[in-house]
């Protein structure tokens, strides 16, 4: 089955330490995506990635940082100096090539910092 | 900048029409999404419009004007599991990439 995987489902971490999340697509996708989802918000752009080793900062990139070494990988490093990290946390992949023209969504990792 | 507003919730009754109105501001406009997304879960694929006009999909249609730039979702026969968020989010250009602007979502609830 091709999808998207996102682990763990929720997260706790103390104030101060970084957390590292992972997607991962087996679709064969080039570009990846991360969003972010507080409550009653719509999704927000953190950073995305069009290829390998590049990626490019979204609306909303300080405080965390991605790396694309693989294709099928495109973890999201949430850092300490990110001053509220308590979110709904959504990767995204889609095929550039051509249609279909949709992102397809992981199941999200929820991340709450005490 | 990219603007898109939608409203913020809408309730409906178990077998009728809604229709959930967005419209946007945006730079190079390159298509419009609409997205469904019940609660804790991730944002599913509904309906893609580029062109102006109606696109049908089953109880589901979207509707897209760019020169008024105001699209609206259509949901006929309404079910109990319609009840989600609805997210209109439109394709434009992000540092000259393609990349997607969601609004912040219209919550439908529907009622027996």
């Known amino acids: 089955d091709g999808g998207i995987t996102q682990s763990p489902k929720y997260l706790f971490r103390k104030e101060g330490q970084n957390v590292t999340l992972s997607c991962e697509q087996n679709l064969n996708h080039d570009a990846m995506y991360w969003y972010r989802q507080d409550p009653g918000q719509g999704l927000r752009l953190i950073y995305y990635s069009q290829i390998v080793n590049d990626f490019q900062k979204g609306d909303i990139a300080e405080g965390y940082s991605v790396s694309r070494e693989k294709k099928e990988s495109f973890p999201l490093t949430v850092t300490s100096a990110q001053k509220n990290p308590t979110a709904f946390y959504l990767c995204?992949?889609?095929?550039?090539?051509?249609?279909?023209?949709?992102?397809?969504f992981g199941p999200g990792t929820r991340l709450t910092v005490t | 900048g990219q603007n898109i507003d939608q409203p913020t919730e809408m309730t409906a009754t178990e077998g009728a029409i809604v229709q959930i109105n967005c419209t946007y501001q945006?730079?190079?406009?390159?298509?419009l999404f609409w997205y469904q997304q019940h609660a804790g879960e991730a944002p599913t694929f509904l309906s893609y419009n580029v062109l102006d006009g109606l696109e049908e999909k089953g109880r589901f249609s979207s509707f897209l004007s760019r020169s008024k730039g105001y699209s609206y979702l259509l949901l006929k026969e309404l079910q109990m599991k319609d009840s989600a968020s609805y997210l209109c989010a439109v394709r434009g250009l992000h540092s000259g990439y393609s990349t997607l602007t969601f609004g912040k979502g219209t919550m439908l609830l529907v009622s027996p």
């Open positions: 945006t730079s190079g406009f390159n298509g």
């Open positions: 995204a992949s889609r095929n550039r090539q051509g249609p279909p023209y949709e992102q397809y």
